[in-house]
């Protein structure tokens, strides 16, 4: 799907901190991005099981509506003592204030009650591109890691204050964005993403 400079792509969320990123991450491409908040468009109900069935009914949900090409992201943290939760129900976890303080206080009460000595876990992204009326492309990128507590940094968003990637010692709250940007979950999911979009 071919998006040429000054188009208009919808980003299929209501999440500003995650707006943001990915308008930083699409920057290069001199693309007008729209939030879904913005074009007042309904959130869809997340009725998938993976995260790739959720980007896509997202994207697919913003383009027909809008009548523009839309992106869609479904990311979240899977820890492996937890079996993989909160998984596509992260944000959910963090109840409807999406108070992710809550959120990460549940994934350490959740570890402490299980005596868990593993606290290794990845991020995930799938995104979606969805031109109105078409099936979404996917792109999925992970990034590999383990939880520490309690949360350290300001500069993330989610569940960044407790996530260490592997071969790192700072969360990636404590990271600089650009770096962050240049190894997380969601940029890899992206460089299949721009592979495509720069063709």
Not at 1 to 26: C, D, T
Not at 68 to 83: F, I, K, P, Q, Y
Not at 110 to 135: G, I, M, Q, R, Y
Request: glycine share 8%; hydrophobic share 45%.
């Amino acid at each position: 799907m071919k998006l040429p400079r000054g188009s208009v792509l919808v980003i299929a969320s209501h999440n500003q901190g995650k707006v943001r990123e990915i308008a930083e991450l699409l920057a290069p491409f001199g693309l007008q991005i729209k939030s879904a908040a913005e074009l007042n468009l309904p959130e869809p109900e997340e009725t998938e099981t993976t995260f790739a069935g959720n980007a896509a009914l997202k994207a697919r949900a913003a383009a027909d509506a809008s009548g523009l090409t839309a992106l869609a992201d479904d990311s979240g943290l899977a820890v492996v003592a937890l079996d993989g939760a909160p998984g596509i129900y992260s944000a959910r976890w963090a109840g409807p204030p999406k108070d992710f303080s809550l959120a990460m206080k549940k994934v350490e009460t959740a570890l402490t009650e299980k005596h868990a000595k593993d606290f290794s876990a990845k991020f995930v992204c799938a995104l979606a591109l969805a031109a109105p009326n078409k099936e979404p492309e996917i792109f999925e990128g992970e990034v590999h890691g383990h939880l520490v507590f309690p949360p350290r940094g300001n500069k993330g968003f989610g569940y960044d204050p407790i996530f260490v990637a592997d071969g790192m010692s700072e969360t990636f709250a404590e990271i600089e964005p650009a770096q962050k940007h240049a190894m997380s979950h969601r940029a890899k999911a992206f460089e299949k993403l721009i592979a495509v979009l720069s063709k």
